[in-house]
């Protein structure tokens, strides 16, 4: 078998720590040093089912605009654009400028090269910002930003998923609009705290792999008239 090579580090801003690149022959992998592997380009049919579960979700796909909190390897946007129309608008919030070098560089191959769509938007900036700055904007958010709820990258990561972050996404949606959120394992708190923000959610487990490997979960929360009162 292949070794791995290592081919580029970086940074993550807030003391996240730091992600490493690696390549064996066609396969790539981002790990956090000391922490073990994020994501693997094998293995992305969570990453797939986010995008596809939240497009299914909405009433005019056509034209939704959509924001993407996490770029990853790229995998989640090519699926947003699989689901929408030509008029649709995909903006990605992505924290660290060196994952979005990597996605226009050697990672771009694996997902189709989504970062050369017109469609696409990409702001280097935390989605948390992008989030509090845009009202009734989005027919739909995705976060895969982390392991989910329960934070591994930065620590930061966790107003997201607290009431005040889910009420910013609550109000960055349009009505009717939906936030899905990848997770690695279930969480019966933050499933109760997106029911008291006001919104109405399905819970979904995928597989890692297509109809293989780790089960994952994906909420799927859908804004409604009012916020909710935390």
Not at 37 to 53: I, P, Q, T
Not at 151 to 164: A, E, I, V
Request: with cysteine; hydrophobic share 45%; proline share 4%.
């Amino acid at each position: 078998m292949r070794p791995w090579v290592r081919l580029d580090s970086t940074q993550v801003p807030g003391n996240g720590g730091e992600l490493l690149l690696y390549q064996r022959g066609e396969e790539f992998s981002i790990k956090l040093a000391g922490r073990g592997e994020l994501m693997n380009s094998r293995v992305h049919g969570s990453e797939d089912a986010l995008a596809e579960h939240a497009c299914a979700r909405l009433a005019d796909g056509a034209r939704a605009r959509l924001l993407i909190g996490g770029l990853g390897m790229g995998f989640t946007l090519a699926a947003a654009l699989r689901h929408i129309g030509a008029q649709g608008q995909v903006v990605v919030a992505e924290l660290v400028p060196a994952v979005v070098a990597w996605n226009r560089g050697v990672l771009g191959e694996p997902a189709g090269h989504p970062l050369h769509d017109a469609r696409v938007t990409v702001r280097e900036a935390d989605v948390a910002r992008v989030l509090m700055a845009d009202q009734q904007a989005y027919d739909a958010v995705l976060l895969d930003v982390d392991n989910g709820p329960e934070g591994l990258t930065r620590k930061q990561n966790d107003w997201l998923y607290s009431p005040g972050g889910l009420q910013a996404a609550y109000a960055a949606l349009r009505p009717h609009g939906v936030l899905a959120v990848w997770s690695v394992s279930p969480d019966r708190v933050f499933l109760s705290r997106l029911r008291k923000a006001g919104f109405e959610v399905d819970e979904v487990r995928v597989r890692a792999h297509g109809s293989k490997g780790a089960r994952h979960i994906i909420w799927l929360a859908r804004r409604g008239m009012q916020s909710g009162k935390f």
